[in-house]
């Protein structure tokens, strides 16, 4: 899974610095191009939304993820392991997931939240259409069943660490969207920890606008990008 995501973010990069190179007429290796004419101003919107729409498409493959980190995931899985926590191995950890996501799958079906699989960790997809108000960070009375369910099926698979990841769309200043963003994963976390789940299982994080799975250039992208994110990762020995 390390693998994948490190591969994921440095395609992402190279498709950044292409499409930077692309339409600022630089050339290769900062040469212009011979008899190079500029391009018209519908030409180079053109280009720009291109270039935006594959970066947003690369990144779509690594947003169901961790945010925190390699290392700040290790370290959890070490203290949990510390505390008494048994921890996975070999082919073990596979079919752990396999079962909880299967459970997970019963228990969330209809709901409108979304399990996605990559490699041995889970991701749950929450859109804030179905978790909170537009703008508002406190959880939707009509939203506690499903967590209700999910806390017990996270109970039931103790052995994975939880990161809880708020997002927004693009609307209003990055400092606002980093908030909410963080308040929407605190949200999810305190309720779930109130239904009996450890706390010392928890990262909670908040990465405001800053990774977008459709365009915000539409509401319907918007809406998409308005979410909060719980990511399983497996305990290793």
């Known amino acids: 899974m390390k693998n994948f995501v490190k591969a994921a973010c440095v395609a992402v990069v190279t498709t950044a610095l292409l499409a930077g190179c692309a339409t600022s007429g630089g ?3 900062g040469q212009p191009y011979p008899q190079q004419q500029p391009p018209q101003q519908g030409q180079q919107q ?16 690594v947003a169901a993820g961790l945010l925190s980190g390699d290392d700040a995931t290790e370290r959890r899985q070490r203290a949990l392991v510390g505390a008494g926590v048994g921890g ?24 409108g ?3 996605v699989r990559q490699g041995n960790n889970i991701t749950l997809n929450m859109p804030s259409g179905i978790t909170f108000d537009f703008d508002k960070s406190n959880l939707k009375p009509e939203f506690y069943p499903v967590l ?12 994975t660490v ?16 980093q908030k909410l963003s963080e308040q929407r994963a605190n949200a999810v976390s305190s309720y779930l920890q109130g239904r009996g789940l450890n706390r010392e299982r928890f990262i909670v994080v908040g990465a405001g606008e800053s990774r977008p799975i459709a365009s915000n250039d539409t509401e319907a992208g918007r809406a998409q990008n308005r979410r909060v994110e719980i990511t399983l990762v497996p305990i290793e020995s």
């Not at 299967?102 to 209809?110: D, H, P």
């Not at 939880?162 to 969207?177: F, K």
Request: proline fraction near 0%; avoid cysteine; aromatic fraction near 6%.
């Open 113 to 115: 939240v979304d399990v």
């Open 46 to 61: 053109g280009m720009s939304k291109t270039s935006k729409g594959a970066i947003i498409g690369a990144l779509a493959g």
């Open 27 to 29: 050339g290769y290796y």
């Open 148 to 159: 209700d369910n999910v806390a017990r099926t996270l109970q039931e698979y103790n052995q």
């Open 162 to 177: 939880i990161e809880v990841a708020g997002h927004t769309d693009s609307v209003g200043s990055d400092a606002y969207n």
């Open 88 to 111: 996975l191995a070999g082919a073990a950890i596979g079919n752990y997931q396999d079962r909880q996501e299967a459970a997970l799958r019963q228990q969330t079906a209809g709901t």
